[in-house]
């Protein structure tokens, strides 16, 4: 099991730029979450999905964008790059059955 | 919303004692908490973990004591090494389906020699 992967590990973006940050897992987890980790600061959750085919805002949703086509996939997506989202970009998984998170290794953007 | 807190951004141990690091919680309706740990460039990594209807629970050199009536929430490590040098978060589940994680903002333990 590889878990929760993450790509890239590191991406620098001008000023609105759009990119998209990938997350798979393979632990057929139904709920996955993307979080952001600002400097000195615990993580803060951006949008999360329950399953296939559905998610939902959490607390810093603006700027972000999700899809959830899959099980496996759900990648967070940034159509105007702006400075604000500069931070380190977690992706993370759960089974319904129980409390097991799984987090990936992260996403360290940079937007300049 | 509902946020979860810790008292001390830094602290410092020598190698061999024992650390306790806080946290307090605002959401009186959680039932579930979980100490993570964060090294330099990594994810979160599982600790130890604990349920509303328990007071304490103890793991390999770590121990969890949740105090609901001042909604308080403690990581003690007992002998600590080099490798415990990291960054120490707490974290509520939210009830609710989405089983939604609140994080707080951290405590960076350094152990020193």
């Known amino acids: 099991n590889a878990g929760v992967t993450q790509t890239p590990k590191f991406r620098i973006l001008k000023i609105g730029q759009s990119m998209t940050l990938q997350c798979t897992q393979d632990m057929n987890h139904n709920y996955m979450y993307w979080y952001r980790q600002d400097p000195g600061m615990g993580l803060k959750l951006i949008y999360y999905?329950?399953?296939?085919?559905?998610?939902d805002k959490g607390e810093v949703p603006n700027g972000y964008n999700v899809s959830r086509s899959t099980t496996e996939d759900f990648p967070l997506r940034l159509e105007l790059a702006a400075p604000s989202q500069t931070s380190v970009y977690f992706c993370?998984?759960?089974?319904?059955?129980?409390?097991?998170?799984?987090f990936g290794s992260g996403t360290r953007l940079t937007v300049v | 919303g509902e946020s979860v807190g810790l008292h001390l951004p830094t602290l410092s141990v020598q190698e061999g004692d024992n650390s306790i690091i806080n946290c307090a919680y605002s959401n009186s309706a959680s039932d579930y908490f979980i100490w993570y740990k964060q090294e330099s460039g990594k994810g979160p990594q599982f600790i130890i973990d604990i349920r509303s209807n328990m007071d304490k629970r103890q793991g390999q050199r770590v121990t969890v004591l949740l105090n609901k009536t001042v909604k308080h929430l403690s990581l003690q490590i007992a002998a600590t090494q080099p490798g415990d040098s990291a960054v120490y978060f707490c974290a509520e589940v939210l009830r609710g389906g989405a089983q939604k994680l609140v994080f707080g903002q951290g405590t960076r333990l350094t152990i020193n020699p």
């Open positions: 999905s329950v399953g296939a085919g559905i998610t």
């Open positions: 993370a998984s759960n089974p319904r059955e129980n409390y097991g998170y799984t």
